[in-house]
Each structure stands twice: as structure tokens, then as C-alpha cells.
């Protein structure tokens, strides 16, 4: 199982060189990957073909990147050429956001939100294979369009599927899923389950896991609670919530110390993950620091 870790799960409020240092950091620490939230601030793609340019050996990955205000065209042509920077480290996670972002902010509907990933995966998809695309859909209409970007078409693509509809859609038209706030029970009757059902026995499964090493347990949960709130009211994780029996985020949360947290890391590459994705919370000073250092040495293990 690959280790990484996730920049801005509760918000990047740093400047764009103190995010760029953070992936170099990660890659320092001796972790497989940086994934970057794209939660209204720095636009992730780009982002992440920066942090590439600055780094060698670490992978760089959107978690994730919302597909309706973005064109698949656009978005594909977006992602190829990150990928073609990065020589062929980056993967393109996609997600439908939420009705709440989608309608209330961006005046967009939210109607059929199963519908539009299928048409959106028709046109992106094979544009990242280098094909042509002639498509008719209700929402995208694609007429001879291709991309021309060496280096670009070795892409793999993962999307936030947690409900059964997204699950074979993701199943079958791309490399697997990018969850958020899916703990180890519903991961292994759930998730994992549904891609076995939906025919691809070997998803790729991106598990992220909101993280602290630390003895102060009921202080780091209630600081993870506050600032992860709303992952606990929007309806996709909330159902997720619901499934593990947890109350809110801090109750999924990997909390404590070395022992703890290995353990807990061990029994998501038991089930099948193949990507740990860590998202460090800082709760108090030091925090931060060592959670990193302890997740680079889980690769030596």
C-alpha cells in the first residue's frame, strides 16, 4: 500500500510557495504521494504540476477535482498536460461536489448527478487515450475533438464514488475511486465489496483518513471535530458517516499513538487499499511535524 498525504482537507490558507514546500516536504519525508484538495483556493491541477516541477520522485494527485464547472475537454486537456509536467506522476481524482456547492454557488443544476459523470467519463476518458471524440449526450455534445499533448495520455483517473450508481460507473470506465471520510467497516462491506460486485475485482482504492499522532486523544477529536464539521452534514459523507456508526469526522479519525496508528494503517492495506492518503491534522504544536515523520517511516517498514 502506498503512503501519502493530502494538502488542504480542512482549507489551505497558506501562500502558493508554502504549499509548493509543503509537497516537497512530503516527498522529503519519504511519502509515495501528494494529494491536493481543491476546496476554493489554489486551483489543484496546477498546483500540483508546480509541485511536480519542484520534486523527483513523488506522486501528485487531485483529492478531488469538481467535474461541473469544468468542460471535459478542458479538463482533460488540463490534467494531460500536468501529467505530461510531472513525467507521468500525476493521477486526475474527479468528484461531483455537492448540490449545495453546485446549485447555491455556482447557479448550476444538480439534477441527474449520476447522468452527468457518465456523459462527463464519455468525452474525458478516451481524449486521455488520445482518441477522437464524436459524442451526443444531453449535456455534452463533442464533435472531432483530440488532444495532442506528448507525454500527457499515461494518466490514471480515479473518481469520489461512495454511492452504489458512481461505484459502477467508476468500476467501469476508470481506475478506481478517491474516497473521504469512509472508515474501515464501511470500506470493507461497502466500497470494496461493490467494485468486486461491478466486475473490477482490483480497483485502485484511495482511502482518506483524517490523521494525528498524539497522546492528547480527547483534545486532538474535538479540534478534528470543529474543523471538519461540515464533512459530517454534507449528505454523501454523512451517509458514509452513518454506515461506519460514527457520530461525526473526529469519530473515524486516526487518533493516537505509534502502535495506534500503525495498527489502524495496517487494517486498511489488509482490506485492499492501495493508497493511504493521511490528512495530517495539526491539533497542537508539533503535531503536524511528527505524524509526517511517522507516516515516511512506515515506507521502511
Given amino acids: 500500500m502506498r503512503i501519502g498525504a493530502m494538502i488542504g482537507a480542512d482549507g489551505t490558507k497558506s501562500s502558493i510557495d508554502e504549499v509548493i514546500q509543503l509537497g516537497k516536504d512530503m516527498e522529503q519525508a519519504g511519502l509515495d504521494h501528494v494529494w491536493l484538495a481543491n476546496i476554493f483556493s489554489y486551483d489543484a491541477i496546477s498546483t500540483l504540476g508546480l509541485i511536480a516541477r519542484e520534486t523527483s520522485t513523488i506522486r501528485v ?3 478531488v477535482t469538481p467535474t461541473y464547472p469544468r468542460h471535459p475537454g478542458a ?4 490534467a494531460m498536460t500536468t501529467a505530461a509536467a510531472s513525467k507521468g506522476r500525476f493521477t486526475l481524482g474527479i468528484g461531483l461536489s455537492h448540490k449545495v456547492v453546485i446549485e ?10 449520476a447522468k452527468h459523470m457518465k456523459e462527463y467519463l464519455n468525452v474525458l476518458m478516451p481524449l486521455i487515450r488520445g482518441e477522437t471524440v464524436n459524442y451526443n449526450g444531453d449535456e455534452f455534445q463533442v464533435n472531432g475533438l483530440t488532444l495532442d499533448i506528448p507525454g500527457g495520455n499515461d494518466l490514471p483517473v480515479v473518481v469520489a464514488a461512495l454511492g452504489p450508481l458512481m461505484i459502477k460507473l467508476a468500476a467501469q470506465m476508470t481506475d478506481g475511486t478517491n474516497t473521504w471520510m469512509v472508515g474501515p467497516k464501511t470500506m470493507e462491506e461497502h466500497i470494496i465489496p461493490s467494485f468486486r460486485d461491478a466486475g473490477k475485482p482490483d480497483p485502485a482504492i484511495v482511502a482518506g483518513m483524517p490523521i494525528v499522532l498524539t497522546t492528547n486523544v480527547d483534545q486532538a477529536k474535538a479540534v ?9 452534514q454534507l449528505p454523501s459523507y454523512r451517509a458514509m458517516l452513518d454506515r461506519e456508526g460514527a457520530a461525526g469526522p473526529a469519530d473515524i479519525a486516526i487518533v493516537g499513538d505509534e502502535n495506534q496508528l500503525r495498527g489502524q494503517i495496517k487494517r486498511f492495506e489488509d482490506l485492499g487499499v492501495t493508497d493511504f492518503n493521511a490528512a495530517i491534522m495539526d491539533t497542537e504544536e508539533g503535531a503536524y511535524a511528527r505524524t509526517l515523520e511517522f507516516l515516511g517511516s512506515l515506507k521502511g517498514n
Fill in 104 to 113: 447555491n454557488m455556482y447557479g448550476m443544476s444538480y439534477d441527474k448527478p
Fill in 224 to 232: 478534528i471535530a470543529e474543523n471538519l464539521t461540515v464533512y459530517g
Fill in 61 to 63: 494527485g487531485t483529492a
Fill in 75 to 78: 479538463l482533460a486537456q488540463q
